[in-house]
């Protein structure tokens, strides 16, 4: 058996793909699909990336999403391959592979094939690869006592509103928050927080919701932008502000946010008990009305 014959395969990872994936256009058994070792997305990181949650075979907040796909790919001078139309007839197929469990669906956009030259190739044809895997809610458990998050320097460059598959920087700090016996890190640049690893960050003080503004520091997340709407549909006090180091560490409640993790809280940072271990009234609204939304989202009444 030659080295390529005894490849691990997805299971063997333990990486529970949801059927066949989407590549360049075909459906393709994962044991099967093969890119280039010449794909730009391989030697340079040269793609952009998206994470769609899925509740009752329906894509959430897709058109969200797939604008900040196409924002992403203009940053970077990238057209996008497929139409709205084509993105949804993807997710639909992929999707229908396992009727009424709760999946995600990664999706990538690469530069494609070309030789290696830091320049953009003339003519390279993108590689488009998409797939689902099951989502697993964060238990109930963890939402009720809340996580431990670490604070480091945002080593990061300067373009993290660009979605791109680049995420090495992430990968050293969310290693740096486990090796502490953390989840996440929460990223300070100059004082202030940016976001965390691979999160938004929010904070509660005095009964405002707070979270840093967007800009180039921060990517532009899809929850994160529905926390705020639901808190300003709701009532709810909150602004978009920076948020400087102290602030951070004299909250009464921080959270995280993310696609495939949603709202979850946050009971210590750096060893200190957020808010002197108190309750999270703020963060029990919010999370009440966010499955609120994703219900109406599973029931088709939103999307």
């Given amino acids: 058996m030659s080295p390529l014959d005894s490849r691990p395969t997805p299971e063997e990872f333990n990486i529970p793909v949801v059927g ?55 940053a970077v001078d990238l057209a996008d391959p497929l139409t709205r139309v084509e993105w949804t007839g993807a997710f639909d197929r992929l999707l229908a592979q396992e009727h009424g469990v709760d999946q995600y669906i990664y999706l990538q956009v690469t530069r494609g094939v070309a030789p290696r030259d830091h320049s953009y190739p003339v003519n390279a044809r993108p590689t488009v690869v998409a797939y689902a895997q099951r989502l697993v809610s964060v238990p109930d458990s963890v939402l009720e006592d ?99 180091d102290a602030a951070l560490r004299g909250a009464d409640e921080v959270w995280m946010t993310s696609s495939t993790k949603e709202i979850v809280p946050i009971r210590r940072v750096d060893g200190l008990r957020v808010g002197g271990g108190k309750a999270r009234p703020v963060f029990a609204r919010m999370l009440e009305l966010y499955r609120r939304y994703k219900e109406d989202c599973r029931a088709g009444r939103a999307g």
């Fill in 20 to 74: 066949r994936i989407y590549l360049n256009g075909e459906m393709v058994d994962p044991r099967e699909a093969r890119v280039s070792v010449f794909d730009r997305g391989f030697v340079f990181g040269d793609g952009i990336y998206e994470v769609i949650p899925a509740f009752g075979g329906r894509a959430f907040r897709v058109s969200q999403h797939l604008d900040r796909l196409a924002a992403s790919l203009a």
């Fill in 146 to 244: 809340g996580v431990d998050a670490v604070t480091a320097d945002d080593i990061r460059w300067s373009r993290c509103d660009i979605k791109t598959v680049s995420l090495l920087a992430n990968v050293v700090l969310r290693q740096y928050a486990n090796e502490r016996g953390a989840v996440e890190a929460i990223l300070l640049r100059d004082g202030h927080v940016t976001e965390g690893a691979a999160s938004n960050i929010f904070i509660v003080n005095e009964g405002v919701l707070l979270t840093p503004p967007k800009g180039r520091h921060i990517l532009p997340g899809i929850t994160r932008d529905l926390v705020l709407e639901l808190a300003a549909r709701h009532g709810l006090p909150h602004a978009e502000a920076q948020i400087t």
